[in-house]
């Protein structure tokens, strides 16, 4: 059984930084492109970035893109999302995210490529 346990959420200001873990289990970890999604109450939830199985391909949102970093240790079968420069606007619930399929390259933005996802770690940036 797959687990994925997001960690490393919290308060900080806007300007600042935080960097989140995804810790998973129950799958050979190498052989999986990994994904942060954001989601806010009452929106859909979006795509933040990925990180591929061989970690050479790390696609980032738009609005992320110079600010946060993807980065997987497979030794510790845990990706990360270091997110510095912080915006109130990305105040949302983080979930880390499992692809369906192996050694594949998915359709990264797109939540149905996806089959395991964690609980969740909040994030609130402050003005």
């Known amino acids: 059984q797959v687990q994925l346990i997001e960690s490393g959420g919290g308060l900080v200001q806007a300007g600042g930084s935080l960097r989140l873990s995804c810790a998973a289990s129950?799958?050979?970890?190498?052989?999986?492109?990994m994904g942060w999604f954001r989601q806010v109450p009452g929106q859909e939830r979006e795509f933040v970035s990925a990180?591929?199985?061989?970690?050479?391909?790390?696609p980032y949102a738009d609005f992320v893109k110079g600010r946060f970093t993807i980065s997987r240790d497979n030794a510790k079968n845990t990706v990360f999302l270091q997110m510095n420069n912080l915006f109130p606007e990305d105040t949302a619930v983080y979930y880390c995210a499992l692809v369906s399929a192996p050694y594949t390259t998915p359709t990264y933005y797109n939540t149905e490529q996806y089959r395991y996802w964690g609980q969740g770690t909040q994030v609130t940036v402050s003005s």
């Open positions: 990180i591929s199985w061989s970690g050479n391909r790390a």
């Open positions: 129950g799958r050979t970890f190498t052989m999986y492109s």
